[in-house]
């Protein structure tokens, strides 16, 4: 009689637009019984974001096509910013209940991810951790948080690592090779195709805008100091690039001073569209021949906005703090990078990339497209399941 296959219980914070759809793949394709275990209902209903400053729910089926539990949250003031607004007593129970043979849990520093890692995966039932942390601008772990997380980390049977920079924290920390198991950050790629109907709003979009034959070069997500919109404006101002538009969607607290940095040089084709929720982002890409992430400080664990873009055909600029950038831009070959360090560094590569698309557009979408191949559901399903197996054999 063949061995029934490992039953897989999920923890994650909430439902979010880039993980709830990879679910509905992993229950239709992966052949393993599974259980998502949601500890927030942000995401499905209106929820203030802190940065984008606003209260939205997000325009795409989220909860279809997969198992999946509220898991009741006790928590004061709930939320994924702070360690207390995940509080969920009812888990271990939920779990136990459910009967899994194994756990995927998505990050650990929330007051119920500790109080379930420390409960040594429910009694014997392995842990799998799939986090996106790097150490890039960092200084090396102090000899204390090395050997805190170091003890917590031996408490997981594998490592779903999203990337080379991702992979490069857990060596940090001592967790042994034969644990890692590559499940690459991706997106719903096929939600960002060039269909028609998106291709249709782009046009609609730049003529709106004001804009026709200009190279756009699109900033798009939450405009807070840690994405460095300011400095990809003043950038562009000092560049002054013949022929070319800078598009900012989204909102958050920079937005005022940038509206005045533009106002301040009428000349300048500078846009400003508002936050655009999941549905309408294919047509925001399809306006851009770039898409710019200059986050530089400690924040950008990977950028999942790069991959959105490439998935519809459009080369990067980011700075080499941004979490993907290892894996996904290759300065001057899928993109182009800066170091976060250079006061100057973001106007040159800016300068070089409008002057490669200027020359050679087609080639660096061609590559784009080949690269992007390998960051979907596919292939971060093929990833999770050889970490399940590890864990059972036989199965």
């Known amino acids: 009689m063949p061995t029934p296959a490992p039953r897989l219980a999920i923890v994650v914070s909430h439902p979010v637009q880039y993980y709830s759809p990879w679910f509905r793949w992993l229950a239709a394709h992966a052949g393993l019984p599974l259980r998502v275990f949601y500890l927030w209902d942000a995401g499905v209903r209106p929820a203030r974001d802190p940065q984008f400053g606003k209260t939205f729910a997000w325009d795409v089926d989220l909860l279809s096509g997969y198992e999946h539990e509220f898991v009741p949250n006790t928590a004061r003031r709930p939320g994924t910013d702070h360690f207390g607004g995940l509080r969920n007593p009812a888990l271990p129970a939920r779990l ?9 849990l998505f990050g650990y520093n929330y007051a119920t991810h500790l109080r379930l890692v420390l409960r040594a995966g429910l009694r014997g039932v392995p ?8 150490l890039l601008g960092r200084a090396r772990p102090s000899p ?4 805190l997380l170091g003890l917590l980390y031996r408490r997981f049977a594998a490592f ?4 080379s920079a991702n992979r490069d924290y857990f060596r940090a920390f001592g967790v042994p090779e034969r644990k890692f198991f590559p499940v690459p950050h991706c997106v719903d790629a096929s939600r960002f195709a060039a269909t028609d109907d998106a291709r249709a709003e782009a046009a609609r979009l730049r003529a709106a805008l004001g804009l026709t034959d200009e190279r756009v070069i699109l900033f798009a997500g939450k405009l807070v100091p840690a994405k460095q919109p300011r400095a990809l404006l003043e ?24 509206e005045s940095l533009a106002a301040a040089h ?5 846009r400003f569209l508002p936050f655009a929720n999941q549905s309408a982002m294919p047509a925001r890409y399809l306006l851009a021949d770039l898409f710019a992430l200059p986050s530089a400080g400690l924040y950008e664990t990977w950028g999942l906005a790069v991959n959105e873009a490439m998935h519809l055909g459009v080369p990067c600029l980011v700075s080499d703090r941004v979490g993907c950038q290892r894996d996904l831009v290759t300065d001057g ?8 360090t ?5 106007r040159r590569a800016l300068g070089r990339a409008l002057d490669d698309l200027a020359t050679d557009a087609p080639a660096f979408r061609r590559r784009v497209a080949a690269r992007i191949a390998g960051h979907t559901y596919a292939a971060a399903t093929d990833g999770l399941l050889r970490a399940v197996r590890s864990l059972f054999p036989s199965a």
């Open 342 to 346: 250079d006061p100057d560094g973001l």
């Open 96 to 104: 136990a209940a459910w009967q899994p043979d194994a756990v995927l």
């Open 235 to 258: 950038a562009f101002l000092a560049l002054a690039p013949a022929r070319a538009a800078l598009v900012f969607v989204g909102e958050g607290a920079e937005c005022p001073a940038l």
């Open 144 to 147: 204390l948080k090395r050997l």
């Open 160 to 163: 779903a690592c999203v990337g």
């Open 333 to 340: 070959e899928t993109g182009w990078v800066f170091p976060a």
């Open 266 to 270: 009428p000349g300048t084709p500078v």
């Open 127 to 134: 842990l799998i951790f799939r986090g996106d942390s790097h």
